[in-house]
């Protein structure tokens, strides 16, 4: 699972922010963040619970949609 830098609390936030100048993404621990393909995303990020969970699709390493 990644997160989205920013924290944002919702994925309406998380997608406003990518329509808004694109996100960066942060796998925590050994992960890393592939430069092409999907991966997972939840948020909030820790101290917070995970509230919401999607899917972001990865091209030439720039976030181009979160579903």
Known sequence: MAYVVGNP???K???EMLTNGGVE???P???RI???GEVYLEGPHYPEP???YATAKIVG???VKIT
């Open 9 to 11: 609390k919702t994925k």
């Open 13 to 15: 936030a998380a997608k």
């Open 25 to 27: 993404l942060f796998e």
């Open 29 to 31: 621990g050994l992960g």
């Open 34 to 36: 592939p430069a092409d």
């Open 50 to 52: 995970h509230r919401w």
């Open 61 to 63: 390493g720039k976030v």
